[in-house]
């Protein structure tokens, strides 16, 4: 193994000491490097560590604002009302006489009553909407007529073969 690493090294020797010039020239020298370096790592910020910060910080100060009486979904899907907020935990009150105790992480979204009445009104109503499109189309489509001229081309050529 070492013996292959040193022959390959004494080739790239042997190469650069042939003109030194032209091995710099087509190496193309440590800064085309470094640019690009600096692209992958502008690339990798904008693309992915940027967007996960500010989700961390909108997850942060929901969890930092929940208080009694909210409506929350957790990441396992319980849905259940704020009984009592502590320091890392949070009660829930799911039933009438059912309450859980959930680490404040295990919180994925928080419901509001006004925005939960929002998002069912709408797709009712588009619901409603695409029957009476359906139901009722506005623009009737006209009637087509086929051409007079088609009729008689084909009737010649069943008479061709009619006398063939």
Known sequence: MFSMIYALGQATASSASIDGAEATAAGGGIWPTLIMFAAVILIFYFLIIRPQ????????????????????????GIRGTVAIVKESTVIIK???????????????????KKEEAAAEKPSKKSKEEKIEKVEKPAVEAPAEEAPAEEAPAEEPAAEEKAEN
């Open 53 to 76: 910060r500010k989700r961390d910080k909108e997850a942060k100060d929901m969890l930092a604002a929940i208080k009694k009486g909210d409506k929350i979904v957790t990441i396992g």
């Open 94 to 112: 799911v039933d009438d006489n059912t309450r859980i105790e959930f680490s404040k992480s295990a919180i994925s979204a928080v419901l509001n």
